[in-house]
């Protein structure tokens, strides 16, 4: 992150050893110091602690001043903002990147990661700067209140505690068609919204539909080419929001679920128009299901940076909130990611 420091901080050299502290991330490269106000940036020349700042350190500041990382979060440190102590204890913690599961969907994000970024996140996880945690088995808000309930209650925290938080949290849509609309997953999008926490919905169904094609037809499994051959790679879009695990899960085409509550899948997938021999195949699923999970994010570490493409080729970009550029999922994901460490 970016540590901006007001000039009432230099200004008191009771603070030199406070602010030794938040050196040892500059050293590190975990954060970076920016004075963009000239009158901080004098402060900062004429003050007691950095005159007594050793050589290589003092070129090290002046070389983040020079050249910021503007597409950074910032904190600011002052007496009105975030305190010494209380800046260090929020940025020494690590940021977590939440998931589904912590086991299964980090296979995915690393390839992401190690396609996508010039392994600055790489290398930020090899240091403990972040880190996986996962909400399977309970939900989203029950992690982050749990958090706000429990952590943060060193007496120096006199903010709201959400302030606090150092999360960033993927989701699967969970959309069994293109147009749906998930009543359970705006609930969660709206409760991150309200703790200020940033967040980032898969665009496809879940992690599995991001397999490319070349993958599953390297396997010669019958039902993952029937999946294949039946659902085409082009602007309909229907492998993105197909269940790959359970397929059709054992529904029968004249099942009236599908002719009348869920017509809209029915319709998407068109599955009047599916045979009846692809479809005693795409109903069943994957036959290890017990093995599928963990032997399937394994796949993506093989996966090729012109893959992962092919497979968003028909997505929109994502225009992002920060900086107003568009990018694809994958390097917007990475963007987002790297502007939180």
């Not at 982050?144 to 993927?170: A, D, M, Q, S």
């Not at 012109?306 to 497979?311: H, N």
Request: glycine share 4%; net charge negative.
């Amino acid at each position: 992150m970016l540590i901006s420091i007001c000039q009432d901080i230099f200004s008191n050299s009771s603070n030199d050893s406070y602010l030794d502290n938040l050196l040892t991330f500059f050293r590190l490269g975990k954060h970076q110091l920016i004075l963009n106000n000239p009158d901080d940036f004098l402060s900062f020349e004429n003050s007691t602690w950095k005159k007594q700042i050793k050589g290589d350190d003092l070129k090290l500041i002046t070389r983040g001043l020079k050249h910021p990382q503007k597409y950074k979060r910032e904190i600011i440190i002052s007496e009105n903002e975030f305190s010494l102590e209380e800046a260090f204890l929020y940025l020494d913690q690590p940021l977590v990147v939440l998931v589904e599961n912590k086991e299964y969907e980090p296979p995915f994000f690393n390839a992401i990661i190690n396609k996508f970024d010039d392994y600055e996140i790489e290398d930020a996880h090899k240091n403990k700067w972040w880190k996986y945690e996962m909400f399977a088995g309970s939900s989203v808000e029950q992690v982050i209140n749990g958090e706000l309930e429990n952590e943060f209650n060193n007496t120096c925290f006199k903010k709201e505690k959400f302030k606090y938080l150092r999360y960033f949290v993927i989701m699967d849509s969970d959309k069994t068609h293109i147009n749906m609309i998930n009543n359970t997953l705006d609930y969660k999008i709206e409760f991150l919204k309200s703790v200020k926490v940033d967040y980032h919905v898969l665009h496809k169904r879940e992690k599995e539909n991001y397999l490319p094609g070349s993958k599953l037809n390297s396997k010669n499994i019958e039902y993952f080419n029937c999946f294949l051959r039946v659902f085409k790679d082009n602007g309909k879009r229907q492998r993105d929001f197909f269940d790959i695990e359970k397929g059709f899960n054992k529904k029968n085409k004249s099942d009236g679920n599908w002719k009348n509550n869920r017509k809209e899948e029915a319709d998407f997938f068109e599955i009047n128009d599916i045979g009846d021999k692809d479809w005693e195949i795409l109903k069943k699923g994957v036959l290890d299901r017990d093995n599928f999970k963990s032997t399937f994010s394994k796949d993506f570490n093989s996966v090729e940076k012109s893959e992962f493409l092919q497979v968003i080729k028909y997505q929109p970009l994502i225009k992002s909130e920060i900086d107003g550029e568009e990018r694809n999922e994958y390097e917007h994901i990475v963007n987002e990611i790297k502007r939180l460490l």
